[in-house]
């Protein structure tokens, strides 16, 4: 079973901040957060990703909570593009299987 | 530039027929590569882990007799889906990952089993 739980579905205006939650209550110690996203028909791009302490680059920002329960996927300027499924997953090493959730499904709306 | 290329991207078959989709590492020599169905506004789902070398390993309720997977090289995952059925039309994505990086994924192929 996935080990992340996100909401189904959220709405963001173009032009401003998309903020997507995630829980991961049972995460341990080792394991990282990682956030993925697919376009329609393609296969799931690489966000970003972190274990501890907050990330950006140049799509987005991850913010984990300091209990590490938690975290969200910022995007600063949402736009059409955007509009997509992310996904919040967690794992320990590049061995490690990877089980994906339902994710999140994102519209940016005009 | 891309991390992994998977190929076809989109196949036609018979019923009964047999498919081999391709998934290969561009950027590193990969151990391990990951197989992955996805059913029309369904999440993914994972069927199978390909170790480079040995068998693969496959999910619960996966036949590995019907989705042959083959590993040979540290670039190249094969997966074959033989005697092909309408039901088994769906989106197939490999992914790898080196260790200490992100999995990366392919493009995906869309089999369509008439």
């Known amino acids: 079973d996935a080990k992340t739980t996100q909401p189904t579905s959220m709405d963001c205006a173009e032009g401003r901040a998309a903020n997507l939650p995630c829980n991961h209550s049972t995460i341990s110690g080792n394991e990282y957060v990682y956030w993925y996203r697919q376009i329609h028909s393609q296969g799931p791009q690489y966000i970003i990703h972190g274990l501890k302490n907050n990330e950006t680059n140049e799509m987005a920002s991850l913010i984990i909570t300091e209990d590490r329960k938690s975290s969200t996927l910022i995007l600063p300027h949402a736009t059409l593009r955007d509009t997509a499924v992310y996904y919040c997953?967690?794992?320990?090493?590049?061995?490690?299987?990877?089980?994906f959730g339902p994710g999140t499904s994102l519209s940016v709306i005009p | 530039g891309a991390v992994v290329s998977q190929h076809p991207s989109w196949v036609i078959c018979k019923s009964g027929t047999s498919v081999k989709i391709e998934c290969r590492s561009l950027d590193f020599q990969a151990t391990t590569m990951f197989w992955y169905r996805q059913f029309p506004k369904q999440s993914l789902m994972l069927m199978a882990t390909?170790?480079?070398?040995?068998?693969?390993?496959?999910e619960q309720g996966v036949e590995k007799d019907k989705f042959l997977i083959n590993h040979a090289s540290l670039t190249l995952s094969t997966l074959t889906v033989t005697s092909a059925h309408p039901e088994d039309s769906s989106f197939y994505i490999c992914s790898v990952g080196a260790i200490g990086s992100p999995l990366h994924f392919g493009n995906g192929t869309r089999l369509t089993v008439t």
């Open positions: 997953i967690v794992r320990w090493a590049s061995y490690d299987k990877v089980i």
């Open positions: 390909s170790n480079e070398g040995s068998k693969a390993t496959y």
